[in-house]
């Protein structure tokens, strides 16, 4: 299928930031993505266009992160309203320049992605469920838990839910559907540039913002950050 054929969906969950970062998500996202429509799972966030995205609600565990992923994925690959293969995004993903594509990115080994981010400042679930991904599979799988889009392929979808079952229930699934169907390719940058964090605030980094293609940020968009993407970015049709 071609990007303008495929429907975006969103995870969301309500973390009290007014659905900042899914606004400008969705800014670059109209501006940068060919999409049929945008499709919210989980909570409406404030200030939602609801003519123009449809939501299917979702009421999150949060003492279970990656299980409420699992289960918001079951549910669209089981809505017949939502494209065979759909692009999945996640708010703090923000698309700079077009794009005509969404290559399968991943790093090297899970092992390996889990060991880089060792030291850094993000929640240790994240590299726990790296590990456990590794652990219960295979030690020489690929991570594609890149802070990139990614596609999914509905009947792809089911065939892995059909082999693993309850395995999935900790695991990161984007990984686990790679390396059942897909090719991964590499990025070719430095580490923060592979990983698409902005590390939201730091001038030296933010002065490359038109040079990428993909960013991603901490859970807010400080006002310095937000001042650089409002002279890109006007509002959408996707937001009131």
């Not at 969705?26 to 939602?48: D, E």
């Not at 469920?129 to 690929?142: C, G, R, S, V």
């Amino acid at each position: 299928m071609k990007l303008k054929e495929m429907d975006i969906v969103y995870p969301y969950r309500d973390d009290g930031s007014d659905g900042r970062e899914l606004r400008y998500s969705l800014r670059t996202v109209s501006k940068n993505l060919p999409h049929r429509n945008v499709v919210i799972i989980g909570q409406a966030p404030t200030r939602l266009n609801t003519k123009e995205v449809k939501f299917i609600p979702y009421e999150d565990n949060p003492d279970l992160k990656y299980e409420n992923v699992r289960w918001k994925i079951f549910n669209i690959f089981h809505n017949k309203d939502i494209s065979k293969d759909f692009i999945w995004m996640n708010d703090d993903m923000l698309i700079i320049k077009p794009i005509k594509e969404i290559p399968p990115y991943a790093y090297w080994t899970l092992q390996f992605h889990a060991d880089r981010i060792e030291n850094r400042c993000w929640k240790s679930s994240y590299r726990r469920i790296l590990k456990k991904t590794d652990e219960l599979f295979h030690n020489e799988w690929f991570s594609y838990e890149c802070h990139t889009p990614f596609i999914f392929n509905k009947d792809n979808l089911i065939s892995l839910f059909d082999m693993y079952g309850e395995e999935l229930r900790w695991c990161a699934l984007r990984s686990v559907y790679g390396n059942n169907f897909c090719k991964p390719v590499f990025f070719e940058e430095e580490f923060w540039r592979v990983d698409c964090k902005s590390y939201s605030g730091r001038w030296d980094e933010m002065g490359d913002l038109n040079q990428l293609t993909y960013i991603s940020t901490f859970d807010e968009i400080k006002y310095a950050y937000a001042k650089r993407l409002d002279t890109n970015f006007e509002k959408c049709i996707y937001e009131l």
